[in-house]
């Protein structure tokens, strides 16, 4: 099972220091109070990145880093863009502005303090790690002037992963193909079901975990309506189950309203076998579900890993938003969580995985990136492609309870369209 070559631009230790004079500009605003914010392009690139700039004390004179840094998520580079750049240095542009963030009237409302140019080359990065800046840069074009700095470090880093895609609906119990450029290789099937008497009827769960489980499957008394029961097993090409998702609370709109809400989500449960015995499992994640109210409409999701050592408890590892409209990235990458020394996510490091979902009524096939050092076997990648199937799964679970669902997500004949 051969990785696809990824390359991450990486854009780091972003910092800006104003000039002495400007401490005092206008009507008496300190710079600590007026935000500041950069844009931040590569070349050919459509994705643009925007971030708030943190002020820094230090002198930007010397070689000193900044006391108060931020970062950006980098741009992914898969085998296509490294083609169209190989041999062809680009550019990565930083544009600096004060101001808010956001446009007013149609117009962008920030005003441009300044633009800073880093040149890269992006030959053989997909085998070497490369640093292209590291240190501070003047924005300012008049020399003899003082004008503002700003802080960046700029490199770039092999992030080959595993890339596959679902061959449909996850509701349709597609088979799942490993993709390697132009080869499109079966390596996983899905089967869908909707027992909506049962949620484990079919899984025992081991022991150790099952006060973990009956916490959230508590058999208490539920409203008429509700999306409940589905899970999806994932098997291997010998027909063995190697993951699972199954829905452990059902999604239920909340009191007078037809949609689920964020007091009271729905929730999956992703399931590993326990060790050999494939009849037995136990939990390795959890994903709660719900929909967003506010000016655009959005499915929220929060995912959790379990600790092997402690089934009972949970690390929040990606909590966001997207839009039921257009769908959006499911991600994991704990690189834009907080700096190398957090405590707060002690598994993994840096990139992990990136599922696409499609918009509410559009037909979904989604294509799943999963980081090398998360993959020892089969069966590890088998656990992010049931988490990606739940979270596509819940764009349809979080669908508002006045509109109907196709037949495979409910055995009853009242609660689908043909």
């Not at 700095?149 to 490199?155: E, G, K, M, N, Q």
């Not at 880093?157 to 679902?166: A, I, L, S, W």
Request: positive net charge.
């Amino acid at each position: 099972m051969d990785p696809c070559p990824f390359v991450r631009v990486i854009v780091e230790s972003l910092s800006l220091s104003l000039p002495v004079a400007a401490k005092h500009a206008g009507t008496g605003i300190h710079p600590t109070t007026t935000p500041c914010f950069c844009k931040i392009t590569l070349k050919n690139i459509s994705n643009t990145q925007t971030s708030l700039l943190p002020l820094s004390s230090t002198p930007s004179s010397n070689d000193s880093p900044p006391d108060s840094t931020t970062s950006i998520p980098g741009f992914h580079l898969d085998s296509s863009v490294l083609r169209r750049f190989s041999g062809k240095p680009t550019t990565l542009q930083v544009s600096v502005y004060t101001g808010r963030m956001g446009q007013s009237c149609g117009m962008n409302s920030g005003k441009l303090l300044g633009r800073v140019r880093v040149n890269i080359d992006l030959n053989k990065t997909e085998f070497r790690p490369c640093t292209y800046q590291n240190g501070w840069m003047k924005l300012g074009k008049e020399p003899q002037k003082p004008s503002a700095r700003i802080h960046l470090v700029v490199r770039a880093e092999p992030d080959p992963r595993f890339v596959f895609q679902f061959g449909g609906e996850p509701e349709c119990s597609p088979v799942v193909f490993q993709i390697q450029g132009n080869i499109r290789q079966p390596v996983f099937s899905c089967k869908f079901s909707a027992d909506r008497n049962s949620r484990f009827r079919s899984l025992q769960v081991d022991p150790s975990t099952r006060g973990y489980m009956s916490s959230y499957a508590s058999e208490k008394e539920r409203p008429v309506r509700e999306r409940k029961g589905w899970m999806i097993m994932i098997y291997d090409l010998s027909g063995s189950p190697v993951a699972a998702a199954s829905m452990i609370t059902p999604f239920v709109p909340s009191q007078g309203s037809d949609r689920v809400s964020r007091s009271n989500p729905g929730a999956w449960l992703i399931l590993r076998p326990n060790g050999f015995c494939v009849s037995s499992w136990k939990p390795w994640g959890r994903l709660e579900a719900w929909r967003e109210r506010g000016p655009v409409d959005g499915l929220g999701y929060k995912f959790e890993l379990v600790s092997d050592a402690a089934p009972n408890s949970r690390v929040p590892i990606a909590e966001s938003t997207m839009s039921v409209k257009k769908g959006g990235q499911f991600v994991i990458d704990t690189s834009i969580i907080g700096d190398s020394s957090s405590k707060s996510v002690p598994f993994i490091r840096g990139f992990v995985m990136g599922a696409t979902v499609e918009g509410e009524g559009k037909i979904s096939k989604p294509l799943v990136q999963v980081g090398v050092q998360h993959v020892t076997c089969m069966a590890d990648a088998a656990l992010f492609v049931a988490l990606s199937a739940a979270v596509d799964l819940s764009m349809d679970a979080c669908r508002l309870f006045t509109h109907k669902l196709r037949k495979e997500f409910s055995l009853d004949q009242q609660d689908y369209l043909s």
